[in-house]
């Protein structure tokens, strides 16, 4: 491989590479506003200007092309010097308002000015005002004042979006951004120009003044909007998700989400439609009652019914391991053949950048794992018919409405001897169930699914399920009333008795003969693993935080 040198260190570039890709490589980074390394070099901002020998001007690191025997200074005295007037002259308009803007914490502009700028102003003049709270969309906000005109959120709109909703208009001082006359950036991907803004000029109309960045905490997941599983970070305050952002994988989503995913696939984990304990129908209400009384209540009733009069619907919503040990639960445990899930495709939905037609996180991995009848048992038309002509007495469903998406389903399955429900939310099919069993969301839960292409991928639990009385036993009257209001809030986020579907079933499993017993998501899932040839070799070490691609030649020959 030729070689350059960079800060006297001679390194390794591939021909072709710009300076400061071939500095990121190493290790080094390069100040740097507008270039991204997933869009076009626009050379704009000019805060990566670096001194390389033999040239008679600094020049720009993310447009020079490194040739062989280069060398290159980026933190000499004539860059530092260049850098600082950039910086200068970059906030000379910047209305400097950090306390109330949202990007401050993770804002390019603040970490540079401490790093590289002189710390205060020479400029006395008035500054240049721009419009501010300018809806740009309905996802959007723009506040002119802080841009500084990189472009990356034109070139997101042009080259990753396809779809050109923002330009530069006016000149000079005066250049800002805006929509084409009559339009509005609606594009499906437009958040994501809020993340790459390396200002606070665009914020997420959303999530505007929710929290200050510093006081949330961070953890890796995957979106549950579609089959593709794109890698997110649930940020989460007072153990309440306040937003979902993209989390780099190149294999999956690059730096990307789509909008849906990142608004409509977390709001219901802090909804008051959440099951706060386990459930049962007494003189037809739901009442709330202990786990164990509720597991045993419920492990008799099914006792009573003959097992191919039993069906289960699992869900491509559910992890791997709670798809898995429902299915064991219904073959091995119930003995039944009678099982299914329902399989949620949108048409409309796909298109040719991240989004899939399927709608949920995890059909192959339910498949794979034995969410589908075995030989003559039932399907899910099969259990939908049967339910109607009354064959079968008992359904047993986890994490899914079937009502709401089988309406005419009402009067028959209001017949059943017996309909027990997994959820995380109160829904049209648990208003008729004999048993609510409270169900981990992916924000609560460690787990694995399996997106389109056969890539399984880890979530974990980004926020608690903590009971309530627990927690109100060590908290003392006087701060009560400190809290106030927010204590109810607070109260509310916690009052979460719930638990990860399989470890519902586990705890069922115990009160029949064969049982099923394990500790951990990952103890299920190396069951999985030894037992199902596409996730053979794999564990929660090997998945890590990109996933693993499944052995899908196998999985033919598996299911
Ligand atoms: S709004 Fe942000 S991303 Fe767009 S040009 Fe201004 S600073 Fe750059
Ligand atoms: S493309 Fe699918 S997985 Fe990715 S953010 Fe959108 S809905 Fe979520």
Not at 392 to 413: G, Q, T, Y
Request: proline share 4%.
């Amino acid at each position: 491989m030729p070689k350059f040198t960079l800060n006297d260190k001679e390194i390794e570039f591939k021909p072709g590479q710009t300076i400061i890709e071939a500095a990121k490589e190493n290790g080094v980074s390069i100040p740097h506003f507008c270039w991204h390394p997933k869009l076009s070099i626009s050379g704009n901002c000019r805060v990566c200007l670096v001194e390389v020998e033999k040239l008679p001007k600094l020049a720009i690191a993310c447009s020079t092309i490194v040739t062989e025997g280069m060398v290159v200074h980026s933190e000499s005295e004539k860059t530092l010097e260049a850098r600082n007037a950039v910086m200068e002259f970059l906030l000379i308009n910047h209305p400097l308002d950090c306390p109330i803007c949202d990007e401050a914490g993770e804002c390019k502009l603040q970490d540079y000015a401490y790093k590289h700028s002189p710390g205060e102003s020479r400029y006395v003049e008035e500054k240049t005002h721009k419009d501010k709270r300018v809806p740009l969309g309905p996802r959007v906000m723009f506040d002119g004042d802080r841009c500084i005109s990189c472009s990356r959120c034109i070139r997101f709109c042009d080259e990753i979006a396809g779809k050109p909703e923002l330009t530069f208009i006016k000149r000079g001082n005066n250049v800002t951004i805006s929509t084409f006359p009559g339009k509005q950036m609606e594009n499906k991907y437009s958040m994501n120009t809020i993340d790459i803004c390396p200002v606070g000029a665009l914020t997420s109309r959303d999530f505007r003044f929710q929290a200050r960045v510093w006081d949330l905490s961070s953890n890796p997941s995957i979106c549950m909007g579609c089959s593709r599983g794109c890698n997110t970070d649930v940020w989460v305050r007072n153990n309440e998700i306040k937003r979902l952002t993209p989390r780099f994988n190149e294999e999956v989503n690059s730096y990307w989400m789509c909008d849906d995913g990142r608004l409509n696939t977390f709001k219901f984990v802090n909804e008051d439609t959440r099951v706060d304990g386990p459930h049962k129908r007494k003189d037809g209400q739901l009442v709330n009652i202990g786990w164990d009384e509720a597991l045993s209540n419920c492990a008799s009733e099914l006792k009573n019914i003959s097992n191919k009069q039993i069906a289960f619907i699992g869900s491509a919503f559910a992890s791997c391991e709670d798809n898995y040990l429902f299915s064991k639960f219904a073959k091995e445990v119930i003995g039944t053949k009678n099982i299914d899930f329902i399989r949620h495709t949108d048409e409309k939905f796909g298109d040719d950048l991240l989004r899939k037609n399927d709608i949920t996180p995890n059909t192959m991995g339910a498949e794979l794992v034995g969410v589908t009848p075995k030989q003559d048992g039932m399907n899910l038309s099969s259990i939908i018919k049967g339910i109607e002509n009354s064959k079968i007495k008992a359904l047993f469903v986890m994490e899914e409405d079937v009502l709401n998406l089988n309406p005419e389903l009402e009067k028959s399955i209001s017949n059943l001897d017996l309909l027990i429900v997994i959820s995380s939310n109160f829904n049209k099919t648990t208003q008729f169930a004999d048993f609510v069993f409270p169900a981990a969301t992916f924000a609560e839960k460690n787990g694995t699914y399996a997106n389109f292409e056969g890539r399984v991928q880890r979530i974990k639990p980004a926020i608690e399920t903590t009971d309530l009385d627990r927690a109100l036993d060590g908290m003392q009257m006087s701060r009560l009333d400190k809290f106030g209001t927010k204590f109810d809030r607070w109260a509310k986020g916690n009052k979460r008795d719930a638990r990860a579907s399989w470890k519902i079933i586990s705890g069922l499993s115990i009160l029949f003969d064969k049982k099923l017993k394990f500790k951990m998501a990952e103890n299920v899932f190396d069951e999985i693993s030894k037992n199902i040839e596409a996730f053979s070799g794999l564990d929660y070490d090997v998945i890590g935080d990109k996933g693993s691609i499944l052995k899908l030649k196998e999985i033919t020959e598996t299911v």
